[in-house]
């Protein structure tokens, strides 16, 4: 991270986009909704889109203008984006193969990767492509080719706008604390940090009943704990609230 006395200004695209942040951190507290659009951890995210006027339905590109917004709370880890691996069909393989029974009988694989887990397995950089192998069992393994990863990187994360906060009850609530922009991600460093772990892979499916049936999945998110996101970036600057 370059230090903040050296930091470049941010894009020309940040003045509009920053007053806009700073004006909803000047509210401070937000109602959700009681409607099923704003339930569950996403409420609210989707409560920041619509104060920021964003089409909720636009997944392959920046939210506004050419930032991407994420809300986040506690401790949870943020999703920087969605990407099933390659060949076609792997995740049916991968829950088969590796996966487990859960308390209705279905087989599951819902496993977060951190470079390696428990469970033998252990993410590889290789020449152009990034492979998750386990080291328990030899089976077709799951991969993303580099230009695959550095598109989706490439066409949503080169800016990126993080507004903390937290959900309170009675009424249900939102609550911004702060925000901080980041930009110019680095495209170079991305595999790596898949590799090392800084980056973590996971995985979200199972089957709809017993081992053999279909494949419900929810989607190979990677994610990353929000106090490693500036490792991706390099440079950042704090959004304040505006004075008076």
């Known amino acids: 991270m370059v230090p903040a006395s050296k930091t470049p200004l941010p894009p020309k695209s940040a003045m ?35 104060l920021l006027g964003v089409n909720v339905n636009n ?5 506004l203008a050419d930032w991407e917004i994420k809300f986040y709370g506690g401790s949870a880890l943020i999703t ?39 469970r033998g397995f252990v993410i590889k950089n290789e020449h152009d492509r990034i492979v998750v192998r386990n080291e ?16 989706a990187v490439g066409a949503k994360l080169r800016r990126l706008i993080l507004v ?11 609550i911004f604390d702060s925000a901080k922009a980041y930009w110019e991600f680095n495209m170079m460093g991305f595999c790596g940090a898949v590799e090392s ?12 009943a017993g081992r053999g049936s279909s494949i419900r999945n929810h989607g190979t998110k990677f994610r990353v704990h929000s106090s490693d996101i500036g490792q991706l ?3 950042s600057k704090t959004i304040t609230q505006r004075i008076g």
Do not use: Q
């Open 16 to 50: 509009v986009t920053f007053k806009k942040i700073a004006e909803i951190l000047d509210m401070r507290e937000i109602e959700i909704p009681n409607e099923r659009a704003y339930n569950g951890a996403g409420g609210p995210g989707r409560i920041l889109e619509d």
């Open 59 to 63: 997944s392959d590109s920046p939210d």
């Open 80 to 118: 920087l984006f969605h990407k099933d691996p390659e060949p076609r069909g792997i995740i049916r393989d991968v829950v088969h193969n590796y996966g487990w029974e859960d308390s209705k009988g279905r087989i599951s694989f819902r496993h977060t990767i951190k470079g390696r887990s428990n």
């Open 136 to 151: 328990l069992k030899d089976a077709t393994v799951p991969h993303w080719n580099h230009d695959t990863l550095l598109n």
């Open 164 to 174: 903390a906060g937290e959900v309170r009850p009675n009424p249900r609530r939102v």
């Open 197 to 208: 772990g800084l980056v973590r892979i996971d995985f979200d499916a199972r089957t709809n």
């Open 233 to 235: 970036y390099k440079h």
